[in-house]
């Protein structure tokens, strides 16, 4: 007997979260393509495995085909398998019965169910143990499952989009991934690039970022300097988009002013430039320039707020008096002070 779930649309967590279009394919080559292959199957239903490294935007893609499938409207459920304990994983997936072991004490419908009509997105589906992934075979091959507990067959109708960032071949050689569960997720594969390998990208995920991060924080930052833009196009993102946008919401929360600059960036990403491991010389004295503007600024607030006495400044500022004297004759700042006639 097959009892059918609730079918009416549920809140997923799809709505609103997924940037624009643009933002997501960029410009690349790489990307164009991926766009036209989902433009032909994402109305399809067919089970997509994601494939690619870590913070290549794998999640967000999943987002999208599900936005442009024939039913958008219904839920986006998404399950990250790598952090949920192996012990707790099929009770989350396909719930439990009031009664089914210790501590169930009413029904709880697993994730399964809440995508019925929709899209399930299982974000690193390799961590899934052998007896899990024969529970999620009969899923995909009939749409049936049972909760924890219950006896009856129960249906959804659902899409299945799977992610994972391991060789499941490889995987399936060394006995830990099912080869007919392979055959099943894998009737469409799409593999994301690393960032490196669309740098033609980066302006567009940099600029989306900066607005996301200046609203959410609330500060002003409109845009970045060009020295930075040309350095950021050119450093090799080992963690791909998700180490952009965390260098940019960094950024941002240190920035002082309308634009972005260098000395605004982490200090790990200062270092990897000023290192020379990144050969650009081009924007160098574009970016001594930005330092220089903003070591001068922050002089200046500090002089402000502390009414000039230089002693109080340098201790804000975090250096001696003498180099504080040093930098104010640098950057022309004696004038402001001697109106004031203070002493170092």
């Known amino acids: 007997m097959i009892a059918k779930t609730n079918s009416r649309p549920m809140p997923g967590d799809r709505s609103g979260i997924f940037p624009p279009e643009n933002v997501i394919f960029g410009r690349s080559p790489a990307m164009q393509a991926i766009r036209q292959k989902i433009e032909k199957i994402a109305a399809s239903g067919v089970p997509i495995l994601i494939l690619g490294d870590n913070g290549t935007g794998k999640g967000l893609l999943a987002g999208f085909i599900h936005n442009f499938s024939s039913l958008p409207d219904f839920p986006f459920i998404k399950v990250n398998c790598a952090a949920i304990p192996a012990a707790l994983l099929e009770s989350e997936l396909f719930g439990y019965e009031k009664g089914a072991f210790t501590g169930a004490h009413a029904m709880k419908p697993g994730r399964v169910e809440l995508a019925d009509r929709g899209t399930l997105f299982l974000d690193g589906i390799d961590e899934i143990d052998m007896s899990l992934q024969a529970k999620l075979l009969q899923l995909l091959q009939d749409g049936q499952f049972n909760r924890i507990g219950g006896q009856e067959d129960r249906k959804v109708q659902i899409r299945v989009i799977c992610a994972t960032n391991r060789d499941l071949e490889n995987e399936i050689r060394a006995g830990r991934f099912r080869q007919d569960l392979f055959y099943r997720i894998n009737v469409v594969s799409i593999e994301m690039p690393k960032l490196r390998e ?30 930075v833009m040309i350095l950021l196009e050119k450093h090799p993102w080992p963690g791909n988009i998700r180490q952009l946008e965390n260098v940019i919401q960094q950024s941002v929360l240190m920035s002082n002013g309308p634009e972005l600059l260098w000395p605004h960036l982490p200090k790990p990403i200062q270092d990897y430039i000023e290192s020379g491991r990144i050969n650009s010389p081009a924007p160098k004295d574009s970016l001594l320039q930005s330092r220089e503007e903003v070591e001068r600024s922050a002089i200046q607030k500090a002089l402000l707020n502390c009414g000039y006495t230089r002693a109080r400044a340098a201790s804000v500022l975090g250096i001696s008096r003498v180099t504080l004297y040093k930098k104010m004759k640098k950057y022309g700042l004696m004038a402001a002070s001697g109106e004031r006639a203070e002493a170092v």
């Open 198 to 227: 669309r740098v033609e990208d980066i302006r567009d995920l940099v600029a989306y970022f900066l607005q996301s991060h200046s609203v959410r924080h609330k500060v002003a930052v409109k845009q970045l300097s060009q020295a």
